[in-house]
């Protein structure tokens, strides 16, 4: 039989390189994924020399609908088992909604939720074929909060995408193969820079921010335990009570503090 293997979109920052060390030190051989095909190279090297893993690498933007796909039938030609799944890959748009361009608009939901559904679809079958598999959808606490000012579409597509993972569980749970949803809160990572939101990040309470490190590291936990949905973090576990009970009135207020000029300007 082939040896399994864990793929991970989004992998060479964040949340998904640090996915990928912890994987890796946990004896998973490793497919990475993400735009830039140098950093791809780099950290296969660096993680296959240090873990003494099998690590390969394809590069794809997930904005184009044909990278799944490639993803999957580059897998599927190398004879890689993929045995988990991490959907990791982030997209977002500062500029308001009416300003921004379908284009753009259609980019982000494809990497941040089609994607998700593709790679899914195309792997789900090899998962059926020996019952066993683990998907992980790393999803977000704006999935919980009420429409945002900025990256308008982002909590929309994390709700969503939260579903989709119920929709997982519901269908193939008796098969073997589990989804967990992760919703983390802010993480210190190139992403608020990267979709131009550096300067919301930059006001946020320390406390509030968690390191990719940490993030990583709990979802991972959550994900071999088969749990459904992960919040990491106590606080940030406080915080998605409150975001999903607390009345509007009293959101306002707590997002002053929260997540200072997200939801008013």
Request: charged share 20%; hydrophobic share 40%.
């Amino acid at each position: 039989m082939n040896e399994p293997y864990a793929l991970i979109t989004g992998s060479t920052s964040g949340i998904g390189l640090e996915i990928a060390y912890i994987l890796a030190e946990k004896g998973f051989n490793l497919v990475l994924t993400a735009r830039r095909k140098d950093l791809l190279k780099k950290f296969s090297k660096h993680i296959k020399t240090k873990y003494k893993v099998n690590v390969d690498y394809i590069d794809g933007d997930l904005s184009d609908k044909n990278t799944p796909n490639k993803i999957y039938e580059f897998c599927n030609s190398n004879k890689y088992l993929i045995k988990i799944l991490i959907n990791n890959a982030g997209y977002g748009i500062v500029t308001p909604l009416h300003l921004s361009s379908m284009d753009e608009e259609e980019k982000c939901i494809r990497v941040l939720s089609i994607s998700v559904i593709s790679l899914t679809k195309l792997f789900l079958p090899q998962m059926l074929k020996i019952k066993d598999g683990r998907i992980m959808i790393v999803s977000s606490v704006a999935a919980f909060a009420p429409p945002s000012q900025v990256q308008s579409l982002y909590g929309p597509t994390k709700t969503f995408v939260n579903r989709f993972s119920e929709l997982i569980n519901l269908n193939y749970n008796n098969e073997g193969i589990s989804c967990t949803a992760i919703c983390p809160g802010y993480t210190i990572t190139n992403f608020h820079t990267a979709s131009g939101v550096q300067e919301e990040m930059d006001r946020v309470p320390s406390f509030l921010k968690n390191s990719a490190q940490r993030v990583a590291k709990e979802s991972v936990e959550a994900m071999v335990k088969r749990k459904k949905l992960y919040v990491p973090t106590k606080r940030w576990k406080f915080i998605a009570f409150l975001l999903k009970t607390v009345p509007k009135p009293v959101f306002n207020v707590l997002s002053s503090i929260i997540a200072p000029g997200r939801f008013s300007k």
